[in-house]
């Protein structure tokens, strides 16, 4: 019996957004773990495992959202729990990496956060992680165990696909997304423009220029995470007064901080699609503009390979 339980797949979810964990297993065909993560009176994370998880396969889904740092405090000590339970191999499954848009020194003394919180993931426990859509690729490189880095373009593509707009304009709203537009563009064999903008202070957007040829034409906003939503709310009324015809946008992370909802309610774009790497807050489900794509079928297929050792690279889009 022990070794029919040897490397046997086991999927565990902290509070963050256990609706995705389920939807997850449900896909796989998985029960979800059963763990007792919840709080000391003071606030501090309190967690038993309850059942056993010895010499066992074991993810744990945990985006480390809004609380960002309640949800990876919870993250470090549920796989530090899974390492002392002696788990196989520990896999943290993160759809969406906070702190990840501190990546680099653009400024005299400041922290590089995301390589912090790798060198943290690492010494909880974590024997690899499963990402998807890090704000910078190089991200990866900060880690030095394996990281299998998916993307949510094959989700909203396919969404797009089925649209079928016409006379498409795909568009990167700053210089730094050119990549991840132009793979998107290539997928829907649509030409690409860039929106010029420059950032006055941290909380402010001023939209410069639109460049490429975008009068007449259905534009759509690739971009990788909303947060405040000014960049998106200008770069759409920028498309507009450069004569495009509707304005679309898409991301993979809805974080939505502060008024963002409302700013999306209130902008020109005709739709807005998300993914739910990230639960959406109360305010995004009253907005009509805000449509919500799944992820889970995407991370319940990683995960299958990762625990099957086979081929992911099938998923990188």
Same mark, same amino acid.
Request: glycine letters at 6%; aromatic letters at 6%.
């Given at each position: 019996?022990?070794? /029919?339980?040897?490397?046997?797949?086991?999927? #565990?979810?902290?509070?963050?957004? @256990?609706?995705?964990?389920?939807?997850?297993?449900?896909?796989?065909?998985?029960?979800?773990?059963?763990?007792?993560?919840?709080? $000391?009176?003071?606030?501090? =994370?309190?967690?038993?495992?309850?059942?056993?998880?010895?010499?066992?396969?074991?993810?744990?889904? /945990? @985006?480390?959202?809004? @609380?960002?740092?309640?949800?990876?405090?919870?993250?470090?000590?549920?796989?530090? +729990? #899974?390492?002392?339970?002696?788990?196989?191999?520990?896999?943290?499954?993160?759809?969406?990496?906070?702190?990840?848009?501190?990546?680099?020194?653009?400024? @005299?003394?400041?922290?590089?956060? !995301?390589?912090?919180?790798?060198?943290?993931?690492?010494?909880?426990?974590?024997?690899?992680?499963? +990402?998807?859509?890090?704000?910078?690729?190089?991200?990866?490189?900060?880690?030095?165990?394996?990281?299998?880095?998916?993307?949510?373009?094959?989700?909203?593509?396919?969404?797009?696909?089925?649209?079928?707009?016409?006379?498409?304009?795909?568009?990167?709203?700053?210089?730094?997304?050119?990549?991840?537009?132009?793979?998107?563009?290539?997928?829907?064999?649509?030409?690409?423009?860039?929106?010029?903008?420059?950032?006055?202070?941290?909380?402010?957007?001023?939209?410069?220029?639109?460049?490429?040829?975008?009068?007449?034409?259905?534009?759509?906003? =690739?971009?990788?995470?909303?947060?405040?939503?000014?960049?998106?709310?200008?770069?759409? /009324?920028?498309?507009?007064? +450069?004569?495009?015809?509707?304005?679309?946008?898409?991301?993979?992370?809805?974080? #939505?901080?502060?008024?963002?909802? /409302?700013?999306?309610?209130? !902008?020109?774009?005709?739709?807005?699609?998300?993914?739910?790497?990230?639960?959406?807050?109360?305010?995004?489900?009253?907005?009509?503009?805000?449509?919500?794509?799944?992820?889970?079928?995407?991370?319940?297929?990683?995960?299958?390979?990762?625990?099957?050792?086979? !081929?992911? !690279?099938?998923? $990188?889009?």
């Amino acid at each position: 019996m022990a070794e /029919q339980n040897r490397n046997a797949l086991r999927i #565990f979810s902290g509070n963050a957004h @256990p609706s995705l964990a389920r939807e997850i297993c449900k896909k796989l065909g998985v029960p979800l773990g059963r763990a007792d993560v919840g709080r $000391f009176p003071d606030g501090e =994370v309190r967690l038993q495992i309850l059942e056993n998880v010895r010499g066992m396969d074991v993810f744990v889904i /945990q @985006p480390t959202c809004r @609380p960002v740092n309640e949800n990876l405090v919870e993250l470090l000590v549920m796989l530090d +729990a #899974f390492r002392r339970a002696s788990a196989d191999r520990i896999t943290a499954v993160i759809p969406f990496y906070g702190y990840a848009r501190q990546d680099r020194k653009d400024r @005299p003394r400041v922290p590089i956060s !995301s390589k912090l919180v790798a060198d943290l993931l690492t010494s909880a426990g974590a024997n690899r992680v499963l +990402a998807l859509d890090l704000h910078a690729g190089q991200i990866q490189g900060y880690f030095n165990i394996p990281v299998d880095h998916l993307y949510g373009t094959p989700v909203t593509v396919d969404y797009f696909r089925k649209l079928r707009l016409k006379n498409i304009a795909v568009v990167s709203p700053d210089p730094g997304g050119v990549e991840r537009a132009r793979a998107f563009a290539k997928r829907l064999d649509a030409p690409l423009a860039i929106i010029d903008k420059r950032r006055e202070d941290a909380h402010t957007v001023e939209v410069m220029n639109v460049i490429g040829r975008v009068e007449g034409k259905t534009c759509l906003i =690739v971009d990788d995470i909303i947060d405040t939503g000014g960049t998106l709310a200008h770069s759409a /009324q920028a498309l507009l007064d +450069a004569g495009a015809r509707a304005v679309y946008a898409c991301c993979t992370h809805g974080v #939505f901080a502060g008024n963002a909802v /409302q700013k999306i309610c209130a !902008s020109p774009l005709k739709e807005l699609v998300i993914t739910n790497s990230i639960p959406l807050l109360p305010a995004g489900k009253e907005c009509h503009k805000i449509k919500v794509l799944s992820v889970a079928k995407l991370l319940a297929e990683a995960i299958r390979s990762i625990h099957e050792e086979t !081929s992911v !690279s099938k998923l $990188f889009i």
